[in-house]
């Protein structure tokens, strides 16, 4: 199958500020589109996509406030997830809770067959690998077994 590049492309669809050809559905191209965002303040301050309503500026510097390790998330308590997880401990009776909310008909997957193996059948015994499998048929040739 092949597949053409310049499909959504046509001669006359130029961008308005370098004239190179680009989609149809645009105005610009990447590079002109960047520079007139920047120029025109559409990234700026709560026009930018990542804008967070000032919380970031106060006092969340992307920093966890209780150990200063450098996070990836802002969280609501602005600590990291070590952090936020020190002290909690689960009682047993919780965790045992947990348990055996899943077991048997309970279990999402129970009564269905793993989604990511298959099962070969080696002289009417199912293995779970074709590594498995040729270990048994090496096995059948050397008379071991």
């Known amino acids: 199958m092949s597949y053409n590049i310049k499909q959504n492309y046509s001669k006359n669809n130029k961008c308005l500020l370098c004239n190179t050809l680009i989609n149809n559905n645009s105005k610009h191209c990447r590079k ?3 520079e007139y965002a920047k ?15 000032g919380r970031r500026e106060k006092g ?11 996070t990836s998330r802002t969280r609501s308590t602005g600590k ?8 909690r401990v689960q ?5 045992l809770k947990q348990s055996k909310s899943h077991l048997g008909a309970k279990n999402p997957m129970y009564g269905r067959s793993s989604p990511h193996g298959k099962r070969l059948n080696y002289k009417g015994i199912y293995m779970r690998s074709s590594w498995e499998t040729a270990y048994a048929k090496f096995l ?6």
């Open 39 to 53: 120029k025109a303040g559409l990234q700026a301050g709560e026009n930018n996509s990542n804008y967070r309503h």
């Open 32 to 34: 002109c589109c960047i």
């Open 80 to 87: 990291c997830i070590k952090c936020c997880n020190i002290g």
């Open 140 to 145: 059948d040739k050397k008379g071991i077994l």
């Open 91 to 95: 009682s047993k009776e919780t965790r």
């Open 60 to 70: 969340y510097k992307g920093r966890c406030i209780t150990c200063g390790k450098p």
